[in-house]
């Protein structure tokens, strides 16, 4: 599990690996993940956008960007927390995500959540 707290915004995530997903004769390696935030601020925030690093086995890096996270801007008030599961498929067994949630405010105040480094793995893949 990684976990990263910024400005009172705690993000965890746990990742697996989809063998029912994955075809590693075909170098496709399917991951799961599940991402809670949670408020522990004294703010009121909302989570208006998402940048993604994807950075698959061979060194080779992605970025994904993009509004919300599965469809969705949640509205976090202290104490509350948003969790949802998501995906990433990979060309490679191993692999590591990071990133960050771009966060607002009630006041309109901006600032980005750090999602730590997690990494993607098929068991056995690491030794």
Do not use: K
């Amino acid at each position: 599990m990684s976990q990263a707290s910024t400005r009172g915004v705690r993000v965890s995530v746990l990742s697996q690996y989809v063998p029912e997903r994955s075809t590693p004769d075909e170098g496709y390696y399917f991951f799961a993940y599940q991402v809670t935030i949670a408020n522990e601020g004294e703010q009121t925030v909302q989570l208006i956008s998402r940048h993604w690093i994807i950075t698959h086995g061979t060194g080779r890096t992605e970025e994904v960007r993009g509004p919300g996270v599965v469809g969705e801007q949640p509205v976090l008030a202290p104490g509350e927390s948003f969790r949802y599961t998501s995906a990433c498929p990979l060309s490679t067994p191993v692999g590591t995500m990071h990133g960050t949630y771009q966060m607002v405010t009630a006041d309109g105040e901006r600032f980005d959540a750090r999602i730590a480094p997690f990494s993607l793995a098929m068991p056995l893949a690491l030794h």
